[in-house]
Structure formats: C-alpha cells, structure tokens
C-alpha cells in the first residue's frame, strides 16, 4: 500500500469539512472546497552523470465562496485549526467586494460524481510507490543512460529526467458532493544530440509515462530519442505546393486542440470561435470521430470527475464529422442559457478511419507526402480556423521515408484540413492526456 503520509490525513480533510461548515456559517450560501497534497522526485542526468537532484511537497487547499450574489476563490497552504477561522472569515469578506454575478453556481447534484470514494477507483496508484528509495531512482536514471554506449562519438550530448510523483486529491461541496482522486506517475525523458560528419548537430527527444513503474522501459526510451536524433542528418529543403501529409501522433494533438477550444462555450460566448452555431451540425468529413473517454482504467489522465466535481462520462464529442457537444461549464450554462456538460474533456480520443494500424501502415497507404514529426511555432486565428506552423519531419515515397526536410510551413484552415482527414491510425500514446494516433490529410499546403 502507499504509504498514508504521502496521502491526504484525517486532520487535511477534516480542515476542508471545517471550511464548508464555517463558510455556512459566516454568510455564504453555498461553498466547495478542494484539498490536494503531492509529492515528487526528479534525478535529471547530464552525458552519463548525475546533474541534479528535486524533491517537491506540495499541499494547499481552494476554496469557492458563493456569496449574495458574488462570487470568490480563494487559497491556501496552512491546513491548520488555528488559520481556519481568519482564512473563511477573510474569504467571504473578499467576496462581498466583488461585482454581483448569479451566473455563478454548483452545479446540479445530480450531475456530480458519486462513484470516486477511495481515490483509486480507476487503478492509478502502484502500491510499490513507497519501497521507491532515492537510491533507487538514482540508480534508474544513471542505468538509462546510453551515452557511454557508442564508440564512434556520434552522440555528444544526452540529457535524462526521470521524475516520479503521488498525488491526491478531495472535492467537497455544501452540496452533498464528495469525489477524491489518487494516484502515482513514473516518467521518463531523454534528449540525444548528434553530431554527423560534417559538424551539423542534430537533436532527438523521447519520452514515456506510466501510473505503475514496472511498465517504462526507460532503455528503450534513450535508445529512441538516439534514433530520432540520427535520423534527422542530413535535411533537404522541398519545394513548395500541395502536398498529402500524414502527422505523427507525438505532435498530431497540435491540430486537434484549437478544434477542442473553439468547442468551448467560453470562446463561443465570446465570438472567439470559428464553430460557433455548429452544434449537431456536419462541419467536418465524415471520418472524424472523437470521444471523450475518461475513464480508462490504469492511464495517467485518466478522472472520475472535472474540476466542478462533475461525473466524467464517455461520450461523443464529434460524430462523423458532426459536432455533437460544446463544453459548458455551470457558469456558462446560466449565462448563456443552454444546458451544461463538463469544463472540458478529460481524454480525447480519435477513433480510427480507414487504416486499421499505426503510422507505417498510414505511410503505406498514402504512399508519398510529408510525414510531419514536430511543429515549430507558429500560430492559429481562434475566430476563422486559420493557421500556420513551422514543421519538421521527412518526404516519403512509396511508403518509405527518403530524407528528412528542413525550413518548412504548413498553413491552411482548420475546415479545409479536417475535411481533407485521408485517414487516422490506431496508435495514440497512452501517456499522452490526448490519445491522438496518426493523422492524415491531402493537398495540404507547404511552403518552403
């Protein structure tokens, strides 16, 4: 089991009951209180050999006062009886200052979750995590080193982190709500530069996450950011014009998350969206497919509930291209008069469409483009949908990557490209909080 002390106490939980009872007590009408506690390691590595060494508690509490009207959060770090009193009497004092807005609420007790009593409903926590010693994660960090590996001195450069962390966390309302989340995180990155024959330096980077330490493979994770580094040598520039481009999963989330904002009823309510009035309507090809599927037991990013305390659902964001919710908040919901959902989802996946595998497989089946691998910079219009990122990657030909490119520029709309999608893969990390797998889309336009 992990250890109690790296959890919330009896006395930690009991200070947040106390701040909803005394916020009653002093004039709000309603109240939530969130208490969450953290510990965290960091072993950073540096060509082989340890570079520095963090460790991190945190604890603190929030605490959402609905008073006459108005509304207020507030924080602190000092969990003890003899703070409490100055902190909710101070609290709702603050409150009444501020300008009048009954858009505020909890929301619907109905809606919140019911199900996340003991923290770990979703099997997040490694029980191991407490017999991890620092002399372990030493040892696990230095061991995952591949510098030393290579006689030709290809590789110059090499930078480890490896990080594991607890966390836990109660959301309580004067409501009835009470939901709590725990859970332990193991992580591992590795940045490789090499240096080709003629001097260049290239760069690779490669990363992986887990709830349960057993499941890294943090060898593998140094050996592919090598890899990714070598593969960079020797970039062309290409010529401008159309191109069908296919996206890695490791950067794909980059053209998903201004379609996932623009969905927001805040950006919406604020004309700062480019699918404003699209709800239940065909926007995009009929291939898209996203859900938002937060209860997948055993990943990282993974919840029961949202920041609200409400239940966290498997359900349909995009359907066939059809938009099937915006994400309303209770705020949102009363200002705007629709009905609310969730804040924002949890875990959005992309469903598979026409490739029934991951990127080679969507290489092969588009046979010859752009395979995108990052994005450098660049910049989106929320309003139109327009957009233009800075891109890396290789040209490929009958399925088969023939050089990497350089100085390139993707731009386009996000209306067209989605409605261009080709196909979409099978292969989303689950280490990733979007489980985006690889994308295509044709007649993208490249810029050299």
């Not at 057993?214 to 592919?224: A, E, R, T, V, W």
């Not at 794909?252 to 239940?280: G, V």
């Not at 990657?393 to 390139?408: C, D, S």
Request: glycine fraction near 8%; hydrophobic fraction near 35%; proline fraction near 3%.
């Amino acid at each position: 089991m992990i250890d109690e002390k790296l959890l919330l106490t009896a006395e930690e939980i009991r200070f947040a009951e106390r701040c909803l009872e005394k916020a009653i007590e002093y004039g709000a009408q309603k109240a939530r209180a969130s208490v969450a506690k953290s510990v965290s390691d960091e072993f950073k590595t540096l060509n082989g050999e340890l570079d520095s060494v963090t460790h991190c508690l945190d604890r603190g509490l929030s605490l959402n006062v609905f008073v006459d009207g108005r509304y207020g959060t507030f924080t602190t770090n000092r969990l003890d009886a003899a703070h409490l009193d100055d902190f909710v009497k101070e609290s709702i004092r603050a409150a009444r200052l501020l300008e009048e807005d009954r858009c505020n609420d909890l929301p619907d007790p109905s809606r919140t979750a019911k199900d996340a009593i003991n923290g770990d409903e979703l099997g997040l926590c490694d029980n191991e995590y407490a017999a991890v010693t620092p002399e372990q994660r030493k040892k696990t960090a230095l061991e995952s080193s591949i510098f030393n590996e290579y006689e030709d001195k290809s590789l110059i450069s090499e930078e480890g982190e490896y990080s594991d962390s607890v966390s836990d966390r109660l959301v309580l309302d004067t409501q009835g709500l009470r939901a709590r989340q725990s859970e332990t995180s193991f992580s591992y990155g590795c940045e490789s530069t090499i240096k080709d024959v003629a001097g260049a330096k290239f760069s690779g980077y490669w990363w992986d996450r887990a709830s349960r330490l057993n499941d890294l493979d943090f060898k593998n994770i140094s050996n592919k950011a090598y890899s990714l580094a070598m593969s960079q040598a020797g970039p062309k520039s290409v010529k401008g014009g159309k191109y069908d481009i296919v996206v890695d999963p490791n950067c794909a989330s980059t053209l998903l998350n201004p379609l996932l904002s623009a969905l927001n009823a805040y950006s919406i309510n604020q004309k700062r969206s480019f699918l404003i009035d699209s709800l239940n309507k065909r926007v995009f090809c009929e291939g898209l497919c996203v859900i938002d599927d937060p209860r997948r037991k055993g990943e990282n990013g993974s919840r029961l509930f949202d920041a609200e305390g409400v239940s966290a659902i498997k359900a349909p964001i995009i359907e066939n291209g059809i938009i099937k919710e915006y994400f309303v908040s209770t705020y949102m919901a009363n200002k705007m008069g629709i009905a609310p959902t969730i804040s924002t989802p949890s875990r959005p996946l992309l469903l598979p469409y026409r490739v029934n595998g991951g990127r080679d497989a969507i290489l092969e089946y588009i046979g010859e483009g752009i395979l995108i691998t990052g994005f450098n910079g660049g910049n989106s219009n929320p309003s139109t949908g327009a957009f233009s990122f800075g891109i890396e990657g290789f040209l490929f030909r009958n399925g088969k990557i023939v050089h990497p490119v350089r100085e390139a520029l993707l731009t386009g709309n996000f209306l067209d490209l989605w409605n261009s999608l080709e196909a979409a893969g099978n292969d989303s990390r689950r280490c990733m909080s979007k489980l985006i797998p690889t994308l295509a889309f044709s007649n993208a336009d490249i810029s050299a």
